[in-house]
């Protein structure tokens, strides 16, 4: 029973690797989203003789890439919702927060929540496309609203008066 527990941020992650009573056989380092970097990894994974489960935080679309490429490559991957993660890693009393310390209690609880992990499907491609496009139609709404808003604010602060002219 292997766990590797991975911090996906953008454009890199932070990697650590676990055995059971907290064993650390890889200690926490970083590999960025390339290739080279990820095929390495799976050359890592790949390299133990034992049961391996790696396991994400799921953190919006950063993590995809990477499940995405791990998961293509025959390895089980788990994403885990990040309140999840974040009750469980809540008993701890300190409070530190970085990406090596993160990669370190995501894998304990891979171990601890070996039998309830499922693993992440691998979506077809145009399915991920068709959700990359929602999000990214969804952020730029957003931001047009609010560009919206904020133009009215500003008119009514230097024109007082003039959106009931406007609007007749």
């Known amino acids: 029973m292997i766990s590797v527990g991975i911090d996906v941020s953008k454009g890199k992650s932070t990697v650590c690797v676990l055995k ?94 070996w039998s309830e992990l499922t693993q992440a499907y691998d979506a077809p491609d145009t399915y991920n496309e068709l959700r990359f496009l929602a999000r990214q139609y969804y952020q730029m709404t957003g931001i047009l609203v609010k560009a919206k808003v904020n133009f009215s604010h500003l008119i009514d602060q230097v024109m007082s008066g003039i959106s009931d002219i406007l609007q007749s």
Do not use: W
């Open 20 to 113: 059971p009573g907290g064993e650390v056989i890889k200690p926490p380092f970083e590999i960025n989203h390339t290739a080279d970097e990820l095929d390495s990894m799976v050359s890592l994974i790949h390299s133990f003789d034992e049961e391996i489960r790696v396991v994400l935080e799921d953190t919006g679309h950063y993590h995809l890439p990477v499940a995405s490429y791990l998961s293509s490559h025959g390895i089980f991957v788990c994403c885990v919702n990040a309140l999840r993660m974040k009750k469980s890693c809540a008993q701890s009393i300190r409070r530190a927060k970085t990406d090596k310390i993160d990669a370190v209690r995501i894998a304990p609880f891979g171990i601890t929540y």
